[in-house]
């Protein structure tokens, strides 16, 4: 007996010991593990891999863009005219559509621009068809699902500047479009067995982002649909991106100067495009990779705190504009 407990005791702090080393070496794992991904999100696709061929990725000659007529959706018409697309410009105002075509034609004479005006806040079915019709008159090879409607400010969900009719509007244009436009071209490229569509959202959409719940629940809706679809057709030889940015300046982000963390469209998109191929979940941009990664690492309570102290500061910052310019007037 007493042979026995002197035998059993040495052994039981023994298991202690190993239970809590092999603890010790998880936790440095997992810690190392997290730290190499974050290193590796950063690195990976915008230093070390070169880009893909995009044009075989595509497999046809044309790209459509949504929101094709400012900032981001501008720069990816123009960067794809660049690599040798003929570009469907979709958006809203026929003269900005022309305009932008006149543009692009001016710059790069050997492609071919077409052109529809396109209200996405209207969520008819007929109209989505309509336009579809048009769009599958050509081989689509690039699908850019990027046109997208944000706050005037951040608010409180009952207080958005617009009301109920801005909230439809944000939900209709953020969601519908991706949604319908992936899945009434996808069979042209299913066919092909070769495609690319991006999907843009936003990083608001990797939070939960008080005072902008509408816009960042949209953008949360943008990813989990691009991710879905990204499992659904890569046997199809499709390639699905998410690109969500950070601050881009452009007339939604209401910045007008470019700095280090916030590039204009055209220089976030000549990184972006890329990573196609190389990232199916990114930010698009180096500096806005390395933000993402360094809030990652934060414990979520804390980066909450921050987030919303920062939405408060927005919305405090615009109201006293608000105040400002109605003086003024
Ligand atoms: N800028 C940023 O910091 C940022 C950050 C993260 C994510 N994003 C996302 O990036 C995408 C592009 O944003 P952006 O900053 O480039 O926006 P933007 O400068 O405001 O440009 C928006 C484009 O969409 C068109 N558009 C707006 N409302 C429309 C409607 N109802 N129907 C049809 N077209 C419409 C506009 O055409 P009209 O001029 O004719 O209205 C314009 O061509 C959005 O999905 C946005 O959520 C932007
Ligand atoms: C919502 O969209 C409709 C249709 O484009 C437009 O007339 C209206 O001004 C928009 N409302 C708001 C608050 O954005
Ligand atoms: C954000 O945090 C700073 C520092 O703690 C504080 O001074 C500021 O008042 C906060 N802003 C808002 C809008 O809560």
């Known amino acids: 007996m007493s042979t026995n407990s002197n035998f059993e005791q040495p052994t039981v702090v023994m298991g202690c010991q190993c239970a809590l080393v092999s603890a010790g070496y998880l936790a440095i794992f997992a810690v190392a593990y997290r730290l190499l991904t974050s290193i590796w999100n950063i690195v990976g696709p915008y230093v070390l891999f070169s880009p893909i061929d995009l044009k075989k990725r595509a497999g046809a000659g044309w790209a459509v863009v949504t929101g094709a007529t400012d900032g981001i959706g501008k720069a990816y018409a123009f960067e794809l005219a660049r690599r040798g697309f003929n570009v469907f410009l979709v958006s809203r105002t026929q003269s900005k559509l022309d305009e932008t075509k006149k543009e692009i034609l001016e710059k790069y004479q050997n492609i071919e621009i077409r052109t529809y005006s396109y209200d996405f806040t209207n969520a008819a079915v007929s109209g ?71 999907n843009v959202g936003s990083s608001a959409g990797a939070n939960q982002m008080t005072l902008w719940a509408v816009y960042s629940a949209t953008k949360k809706y943008v990813s989990w649909l691009s991710g879905i679809l990204r499992k659904e057709y890569e046997s199809h030889g499709i390639t699905i991106q998410t690109i969500a940015p950070m601050m881009v300046a ?80």
Do not use: C, W
């Not at 109920?164 to 939900?171: D, G, K, P, V, Y």
């Not at 436009?181 to 996808?186: F, N, P, Q, R």
């Open 250 to 329: 452009t007339k939604m982000s209401k910045v007008k100067k470019t700095s280090f963390f916030t590039p204009n469209g055209e220089q976030f998109v000549k990184s972006a495009l890329n990573t196609i191929g190389n990232a199916a979940d990114t930010t698009g941009y180096i500096s806005h990779q390395l933000q993402l990664e360094v809030m990652d690492l934060i414990p979520e309570f804390i980066r909450d705190k921050i987030l919303t102290n920062m939405s408060f500061g927005t919305r405090k910052a615009a109201l006293r504009k608000r105040e400002r310019e109605a003086k003024s007037q």
């Open 128 to 198: 989505y068809q309509d336009l579809l019709a048009e769009l599958n008159q050509v081989e689509i090879g690039v699908l850019i699902n990027n046109v997208g409607l944000s706050y005037e400010y951040p608010e409180v969900l009952h207080k958005v500047d617009g009301g109920i009719e801005r909230l439809a509007n944000i939900t209709t244009i953020n969601t519908l479009p991706p949604t319908l436009l992936s899945a009434g071209i996808l069979p042209q490229m299913v066919e092909r067995k070769a495609g690319v569509i991006v």
